[in-house]
């Protein structure tokens, strides 16, 4: 829905309102030629104790007449048969009350509440129809009326309709929907928008720099309709929940709530509520509110209507000047929203002054308020508010998306470039230490026996057995570097047995046995390239020693599962060597090397028996 329809939907509601005000609000149609309006009466009225008898016109209205004053009434109206007696008659009374008993030539045929009873059921707030049989009536008839007017609370008597039931009925039904059924709509619409905007103002909070605001257009709004609910709802309450004048205090307290919390509504709209009229305009409402209840307390327990009166007539100068500074601002700086709550708010206080007159000054018993409907435009301007800020905030929340989308997507762009970068450094990174790794293995293993191999040369002393030796665990340990690329991570009976097949033919060449008892290991986890790197220079290491150290006949290789790892022993026959003295070079790698992938190494030496054990995943021996 856009804007274009809230304001029609405006207009309509102004046609409707003067349409309702054309069709019989302020009383029913008449014209009917059937139909006779009785308008003279006599009146026997009793107030304080005082009886009078007068020739009176109606409609009457007893509580402005007797000056606020209880009284009781009795009306008598006659009037001339018409030509069709024989059909069913009805009777139309807009207002009569507070309570009544309406007599047809002698006999009772309504019966509105207890007239013996003061403060009690009102009756006046609705028109009354009353269904004549024929037989009732005669060439000559009295009608006769005997009510009961409560102070502050309109009591009196409106012309009388009498005709054809038919004729009569419909007179009294659109003046019922008009009056009643019209008002609960308003009423059942003011909680309903009510509800909504306390709904919003507790569910929509504003963000400001240190706190978490609520909006205050929509509390202002809700408590207003929620007064007017109570306010308009009362034409249907005949029995008040609370003594008289205690709902009269309680129905005149809504009616300012409604007023102070629109006008704070309508300086929300206009944009003030952050100005320091706002202020100001809060105090103003407290009192416009305070005031309210002191001057309808004060009215009906002293039976003195001009303190209501007064305090209407300020309320309505105060809101025409407000509302006119409204429009002059709403005229400067327009906007839809501005223009729609100045028209709504325009529109009220002309229709408030009006019944202010009509009914509060002039005193015509047979008016009604109008106020009730054109309410409805405050109704609808804040519908109008809500769905413009919800298209904006809507609005705002695509665009936000639309630009996080934008940013993502940019984000995303920007980490893919980040990745394929890193992954090119990674991969540098991994030849890099791929290099160093060969490098170091190429300087630990093989540089190394190159230059043990240089300087037996350069001694001069060293046999040509020696050197050949030396040579060889030069190449042996060469090819195990390259073979050491390729082994599978974990598992370590590959790695034996390509230790046996580099080593086996140097074996023979020393006529050492060679024993192999390795079971088919499972992968041992943990045992990564490196690991198994590691691992292979550990067994070198310890089987060069028995090549070239040891002068053994026979080697013994155990592998064996343990727990989720594995115990690996290297045994030979051989001198042995004494483990209390400082370790040379090569068992101190192998222990550093054994301490890098988290493995234990133990060593048992004496002569006839060297082992060398390997226990790896750090199971417990």
Known sequence: MNSRFWIRLALAACALFATAAG??????????????????????ITANGVTTVADVVLPYHLDREQRGRPAQATFEVPFRGTAALDHLHGLYLSRVGNSARIWINDNLVADLGDITQANDDDYAKAP??????????????LIRIELRGDAGRRAGLSSLLIGPDHEVLAIYQQAFRWRMSASLVVAVFSLLVGTVALVLWATQPESVPGRTMRDGIYLSAGVAEFCWALRVGDIAIQNPPLPWPAWGVVVTAAFAGWICGMALFCHHAA?????????WMRIAMMALFGTSILAS???????RPVFLTT??????????????VYLAAALRAPTRARLLVGLAGAL??????RDWLAIRISGDYAQSTWIRYSSVLFGLALGYIVITRFRAASAQASDLMANLAARVSEKEQELSLSYARLGQLAREHERAAERSRILRDMHDGVGSHLSSAIRQLESGRAQREQVLQTLRDSLDQLKLSIDAMNLPAGDVTALLANLRYRLEPRFAALDLELQWHVDDLPAVPGLDAAAMRHLQFMLFEALSNVLQHARARVLRIEASALGGG????????????????????????????????G?????????????????????AV
Request: charge should be positive; aromatic fraction near 8%; hydrophobic fraction near 45%.
């Open 271 to 279: 944009g003030w509520h952050r100005h320091p009229s706002m202020a």
């Open 348 to 353: 009220n206080v002309a229709v408030g002054v």
């Open 599 to 619: 493995a234990r190494l133990s060593l048992e030496s004496h002569p006839g028996r060297t082992v060398v054990g390997i226990v790896l995943a750090g199971v």
């Open 566 to 597: 594995a115990l690996l022993r290297i045994v030979d026959d051989g001198c042995g060597f004494d483990v209390g003295q400082p370790l040379r070079k090569g068992l101190r790698t192998m222990q550093e090397r054994a301490a890098a992938i």
């Open 23 to 44: 069709a019989g609000i302020t009383g029913p149609a008449q014209g009917r030629a059937t139909i006779t309006e009785l308008t003279q009466a006599r009146a026997t």
């Open 311 to 324: 305090w209407l007539g300020f309320a309505n100068l105060f809101f025409v000047a407000y509302a006119a």
């Open 297 to 303: 307390t004060l009215s009906y327990t002293l039976h």
């Open 128 to 141: 009354q129809y009353v269904p004549i049989p024929a037989q009732l009536l005669r060439g000559d008839n």
